[in-house]
């Protein structure tokens, strides 16, 4: 499976790092909507779903999470713990989260407002519905 982990270029200077995030530039879409996960509990599990249309990238802005990326034929495990890093998640990728740090803040930038009707939260509905699947 295709990972695609965006460098995000760091501005630093003696007065600390700074990161930029802009739409077509380095972010590869429109940016309409921004969220965070915050004060995730020790051994709390999120994700178990995949989109339809929506396209993020996730930053860990602080600590650390990992994230489980399925395409329906791989199982990919990676840890996210870099804030000059942005992880690309496109559509039809079922995502797992687990292991946040208890200091851990990510934030994810998507390409469409939220809507739940673009969630797929049942696995075998998952595999079922991604394109061009035989
Ligand atoms: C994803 C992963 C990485 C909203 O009202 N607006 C929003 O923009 C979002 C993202 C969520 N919500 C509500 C819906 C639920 O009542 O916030 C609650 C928690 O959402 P959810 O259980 O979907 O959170 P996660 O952490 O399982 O998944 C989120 C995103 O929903 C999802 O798109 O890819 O983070």
Known sequence: MDIKL????THGDERGSLVALESGN????????????FNTGKGVKRGFHAHKLLKQVAIAVRGSCRFILDDGKE??????????QGLVIDSYVWREM????EDCVLMVL??????????????????????GRA
Do not use: M, T
């Open 26 to 37: 380095n972010i590869p879409f429109e940016i309409k909507r921004v969220y965070y996960l």
């Open 110 to 131: 998507a390409d469409e407002l939220y809507d739940e009707s673009d969630y797929i939260r049942n696995y075998d509905d998952f595999l079922e519905l991604i394109p």
């Open 6 to 9: 965006i460098p995000l270029q």
């Open 75 to 84: 199982r990919v495990n990676l840890l996210l713990d870099n804030p000059a």
């Open 98 to 101: 687990v292991d946040f740090s």
